[in-house]
Every structure is written in structure tokens, then in C-alpha cells.
């Protein structure tokens, strides 16, 4: 209630009221909880004051959505080329993403709400990129796969038994931060070779069925499970390697 | 009668396979029969059940600033 007038006065349009309510939750997030709270607590005079300052450009510049939208550049980038494992593809797709969001601005809570909303626009643009690159998302030097069966990794004697039983990996969020967690998933799946990596990022990260992949690359179904066989056991051997046998370690 | 055993080996490709097709009724049998009397391949399955837990906490992540 105590907002109506303020908006009022800024609301000539929809964008400079989409910078208005950017404006606020931005300057809220910059606050401390105390702060926050005391802030909240202001009655409306006060907040009409604070919105008079920051428009009259006497406290911190406060940035615009485009300018929101564009320091999410490297953000979404690293996505992009985790999936399609090509610069220039990864670049195209990020630009179309920034030029959709930047087409249909709108004012989001926090940061992490709009990158979650770029990173949505992101996944359809990179289907729309492996869709036009059908042919050559599935070629790829991934020669120095090999022949060897990644089955072998796990140590089997010839009868088919365990060497050594497979390691008990617990809860890697219990043991560590997700973040750094995830930064050594990522890592792992960058190094899965260019088609097992870019399958996989179909399943884990876009969320497509097989049977979508099959249809979307024009694969059979034995040739994507053979691909995706390799990259899970690949990835699992690299986060026992990274991550579980690190921490085994440690301890 | 259908063949239900299975040694570690096809039980772990089974487990891999099991992420991304439906295995047909014969292999979830076996497997299921495998995973009762195993000690080791229990363990096989939390990792690979671990990891399909930490892919969905990953992409559905967003990192702070």
C-alpha cells in the first residue's frame, strides 16, 4: 500500500517500472538482514525518500536489466558449452538467449530468479542448436575411446566377481559445499569425449527422454545407449578419482 | 524357465543401462535377485543411485554470486 505512490510517479511505462521494481531488489539484496528488516519496517515516507535518491542517482547506481542480463554472459556461456562442446555454437546460443530476454525485460526478486529464467530461454535455444547441427552433434573425434569396455574400470576377475568391492561414497552435499561439488561434476563431464559428453547433457542437463534424443539426432537406440554407457561409467570413474577418493583420502 | 543369474559384471551394466531404458522383466527380476545375495553390488547400486541424485540437485542449482 504504502508503495502505490511512488510507483505512481515512476510508472510512465512499463520499463521504467520494471526498473523500478529491479531498482528496490537490488538495493534490497545489498542490504544485511538488520538492514533488510529496518528497511521493511520504514514507513512509506521513508521509502519514497530512499526511491527519490536512488532515481536521482545520490546513492549507488543501481544496474538496469539489460545491463543484469549482459553480466550473465559468462554465467550462461559455461552451460552452453558444457552441452554442445563448441565454441562457436555455445556463442550463437548464448546470444540468441540475451537478445530473447533482453526482447521481454521483467523484474525478478533476486539474481538467482533471473538466471534461472535465462537459463530456461538457454535450453531451448541449444535444443534449437542440436536439432540444426543434427549431423555433426554426433561426430566427433572420440576415438581415443578406444575399444576397452569402461566396465573394466570398476576391476572385474574373469568370472565376473569384484577385485575389490566398489567404495561406499556417502552424501557428497554432507561433506562439502554443493558448489564445489558441482565444479568437479562439470569438470568430469567436460572431459567425457565431445558426442558421449553432448548425449549425456541431453539426458542430465536439457532433461530429453532417449527416445526424444533418438528422434531429435536420428540415432538408433542401441548407438545412444552404447554412448551413454560409457559416459555414465566415465563420469563415475572421474568423481571416485576427483571427489570420493580425494575425500577417502583426506580422512 | 528363464535364466535368472547374473554375475557382478552384468549386474553393474545392468544398473548403468538401467538410467536411461527400461531393462525388460527377466533383467529386473535377476537383478533384484542379484542385489539380495550380493555384498558388493549393493554398494555399485547407492554410487549410481548417488549419482543420478546429485545430476538433479546439479541442474536444478543456481549458484550464488
Redesign the interface.
Given at each position: 500500500m504504502g508503495l502505490q505512490p511512488a510507483v505512481q510517479l515512476h510508472c510512465n511505462s512499463f520499463r521504467s517500472g520494471c526498473l523500478l521494481v529491479c531498482a528496490s531488489a537490488t538495493f534490497l539484496q545489498h542490504q544485511n538482514n538488520f538492514a533488510r528488516t529496518r528497511f521493511l519496517a520504514l514507513p512509506y515516507t521513508a521509502q519514497q525518500r530512499h526511491h527519490h535518491r536512488t532515481m536521482s542517482g545520490t546513492s549507488t547506481p543501481l544496474p538496469a536489466f539489460e545491463t543484469q542480463v549482459a553480466e550473465l554472459h559468462g554465467?550462461l556461456l559455461k552451460f552452453a558449452r558444457l552441452q554442445l562442446r563448441n565454441d562457436a555454437w555455445a556463442e550463437d546460443a548464448v546470444s540468441d538467449t540475451l537478445l530473447a530476454a533482453l526482447s521481454k525485460p521483467q523484474a525478478f526478486g533476486n539474481?538467482?530468479q533471473l538466471?534461472?529464467w535465462l537459463?530456461g530461454i538457454l535450453k531451448h535455444k541449444v535444443v534449437d542448436a542440436l536439432r540444426l547441427r543434427s549431423r555433426e552433434v554426433c561426430q566427433g573425434d572420440d576415438s581415443q575411446d578406444g575399444n576397452e569396455d569402461p566396465?573394466d574400470y570398476?576391476g572385474?576377475k574373469a568370472?565376473?566377481?569384484?577385485i575389490e568391492?566398489?567404495?561406499?561414497?556417502g552424501?557428497?552435499?554432507q561433506q562439502a559445499s554443493?558448489?564445489q561439488?558441482?565444479e568437479v561434476?562439470?569438470a568430469c563431464a567436460n572431459q567425457l569425449p565431445a558426442v558421449q559428453g553432448r548425449l549425456f547433457l541431453m539426458?542430465?542437463?536439457l532433461?530429453l527422454s532417449?527416445e526424444e534424443i533418438c528422434k531429435e539426432l536420428q540415432l538408433t537406440?542401441t548407438n545412444?545407449?552404447v554412448q551413454?554407457?560409457r559416459a555414465?561409467?566415465r563420469?563415475?570413474e572421474c568423481?571416485?578419482l576427483n571427489w570420493y577418493g580425494r575425500r577417502a583420502a583426506k580422512q | 524357465m528363464i535364466p535368472l543369474k547374473r554375475t557382478c559384471k552384468q549386474a553393474a551394466a545392468l544398473m548403468v543401462a538401467r538410467e536411461d531404458l527400461a531393462l525388460s522383466l527377466a533383467d529386473r527380476v535377476a537383478l533384484r535377485l542379484h542385489l539380495l545375495i550380493c555384498a558388493a553390488c549393493p554398494r555399485f547400486e547407492r554410487q549410481i543411485l548417488g549419482m543420478r541424485n546429485s545430476l538433479k540437485q546439479w541442474r536444478n542449482y543456481t549458484a550464488p554470486d
Open positions: 554465467y539474481r538467482s538466471k534461472t537459463v566396465l570398476l572385474f568370472d565376473g566377481h569384484y568391492p566398489p567404495a561406499e561414497w552424501n557428497p552435499e554443493s558448489r561439488f558441482f561434476l562439470e539426458r542430465e542437463w532433461e532417449s537406440p545412444l545407449y551413454l554407457h555414465r561409467l563420469l563415475r568423481l571416485e | -
